[in-house]
Every structure is written in C-alpha cells, then in structure tokens.
C-alpha cells in the first residue's frame, strides 16, 4: 500500500462574531477543500442513506457515480471486513459520536481491492 503524507490547508479570515458565512460562501470553501486533495469524499445524509461522493470514487476507484446510498458503501467492503466496519460506524453513529476512524478494504469497479484507511467528522 502506497503511503503518503496528504494536507489541507483552509484559510480562516477574523471576522467580527456577528458575521456568518453565507451559502456561497461555503460552498466554495467546500469546492476548494475537495480541489485539494485526491482523497474520496463523502457526504452521508443519515436521515436517508443518501451518499454524495466527489470525483475521486471515478478516477481512484473507478465508480463513476456521485451519489449512492450507504449500502452500496457497505456492499463494496470486503466480506471479511463488512460487518465489523459497519458496527464501528453504527456505534459511532448511535451513541452520538462526531468521528470515526477505520481500516478496509473497498471494492474498485475492476474488481480489485484497495485497503482504505477512513477517518470521518
């Protein structure tokens, strides 16, 4: 497995505790944090399962797709690894945690497998 040292860099600029951010805003801050790194990233709506991915699930993976559901993640771990990845997220998830971390292997759209180390806030 290729490792590497990956970084990103946001600016944060004072500003007075009354001003907030505006939409367009963060969305470009979001545009440039994605801009900034060749890692996949993900976007759970836990309400319904819906996944938002940006461009890396194509170019590292394969997956041509932006948007899946949680399962389709779950279905592309490893067997070996499926069910003890899902109890990790799900512990997180139902006692009210802010992040998780955990090792996998991830199905790529050739079949292969790639071993993914995935941290989430």
């Keep these: 497995m290729r490792?590497?040292?990956?970084g990103l860099l946001l600016t944060h600029y004072a500003r007075p505790h009354t001003e907030f951010l505006t939409v367009p805003e963060i969305e470009e801050r979001y545009r440039l944090a994605i801009g900034a790194t060749s890692d996949a990233i993900w976007d759970w709506r836990l309400a319904d399962s819906h996944v938002v991915w940006n461009e890396a699930l194509?170019?590292?993976f394969g997956h041509a797709l932006e948007q899946t559901s949680a399962q389709w993640w779950l279905d592309h771990i490893h067997?070996?690894?499926r069910a003890r990845t899902e109890a990790s997220i799900h512990a997180?998830?139902?006692h009210g945690g802010t992040s998780w971390t955990d090792e996998y292997r991830f199905q790529r759209a050739d079949g292969t497998r790639s071993r993914l180390y995935t941290t989430s806030h």
């Design 58 to 60: 194509a170019t590292r």
């Design 79 to 81: 067997p070996g690894d």
């Design 3 to 6: 490792r590497g040292i990956q």
């Design 92 to 94: 997180v998830i139902d």
